[in-house]
């Protein structure tokens, strides 16, 4: 059974799908500096979903970027699913990120001339493959997954706001990724949707043995999470 340090946000041992070690993130220039994450490590294992929660400013959202290989940290590594994302060259890293993370933000960020099928099957395009019969019927079950498969060829228009949060998700895991890096998922919409879209984020999370984190600013959306992590100018606070 896996250990967790509660200094750290470290799992000590088990099926690891994220482990970041000791970033550090500094931006800015000479005397003009901050210090967005401070020697930060935390793992994730599969099929447990971790919240980070915190201030505005207090580095949820410096974290989650260089998880995902957006931004490059100072010093430090990420290694999802065993590949040290921060020491490939931009291409690999890129493949990489369309492949083994799947990204859930505050908005949607469908494409609105694409059903909700279509949205799904558009991430075996940016993976850099046709998609076949199979990738149908993934997608297909990955709606069903999320209560959509009757809605499956409705645009996003034509879906209510938690509806597109669904699609998202879904689209999210199309690619079988390690990780979800999920970032303030219910901040667009009304707290009994929220907690639904947190919900079904646990859900998926251990149905498909990934590992997610994610950061969000509302407390009461907390109760599903396999951990809690704070963070306070840019490091974990012990609790």
């Not at 946000?9 to 220039?29: E, M």
């Not at 401070?38 to 998880?67: H, M, R, T």
């Not at 493959?129 to 019927?137: E, G, H, I, L």
């Amino acid at each position: 059974m896996s250990q967790v340090s509660k200094a750290t946000g470290d799992i000590i041992s088990g099926a690891t799908r994220l482990s970041a070690k000791n970033l550090r993130l500094v931006l800015g220039d000479g005397d003009q500096t901050v210090t967005a994450l401070n020697d930060v490590s935390l793992s994730i294992a599969a099929g447990e979903f971790v919240a980070v929660v915190g201030p505005s400013g207090s580095g949820k959202s410096s974290l989650l970027a260089v998880c995902g290989g957006l931004r490059s940290p100072t010093s430090g590594s990420v290694l999802i699913g065993g590949v040290d994302l921060t020491s490939l060259p931009e291409r690999a890293r890129t493949q990489l990120r369309s492949t083994k993370i799947g990204f859930v933000f505050q908005q949607s960020n469908l494409v609105s001339s694409l059903s909700a099928i279509d949205q799904l099957l558009l991430m075996v395009h940016v993976a850099g493959r046709s998609p076949t019969v199979a990738d149908r019927d993934r997608a297909r079950a990955l709606l069903a997954g999320v209560g959509l498969d009757a809605r499956r060829d409705r645009r996003p228009g034509q879906l209510s706001g938690g509806e597109n949060q669904r699609v998202g998700i879904a689209r999210a895991l199309m690619n079988a990724p390690e990780i979800l890096l999920v970032d303030e998922p219910t901040s667009m919409l009304d707290h009994n949707r929220g907690a639904e879209i947190v919900d079904l984020l646990a859900r998926q999370t251990k149905e498909h043995s990934v590992g997610t984190l994610m950061v969000t600013h509302d407390p009461t959306m907390l109760g599903v999470a396999s951990r809690v992590l704070q963070m306070d100018d840019g490091k974990f606070r012990a609790t």
